[in-house]
């Protein structure tokens, strides 16, 4: 598993885990220092939300920074990276 899988799977759990405690706290608002306490608890997934987020957010401007693009060779045989297809000029 490449960091990048690892990066966006954390984040598409977390997220479900931060509508969860949203979900909860709103119908624990009644409560006052029950409210609270969750209040705190969705803290801590949209606390990891952002950090993944501005991950997956500057990665590819980063790698464009490094000058890698990410981009596949191309196959045997295959048009060069960039070309314009014959026929379309």
Not at 15 to 22: E, G, P, R
Not at 25 to 43: C, D, N, Q, R, S
């Amino acid at each position: 598993m490449n960091w990048n899988h690892l990066i966006r799977t954390i984040h598409r759990w977390t997220s479900i885990t931060f509508v969860v405690a949203v979900v909860t706290y709103i119908v624990a608002a009644g409560h006052k220092e029950l409210a609270f306490a969750l209040g705190l608890f969705a803290l801590v997934p949209l606390i990891v939300l952002i950090v993944t987020g501005l991950y997956m957010f500057f990665q590819p401007r980063v790698a464009r920074w490094r000058g890698l693009t990410g981009r596949r060779p191309p196959a045997p045989g295959g048009p060069a990276p960039g070309s314009v297809p014959s026929g379309t000029r």
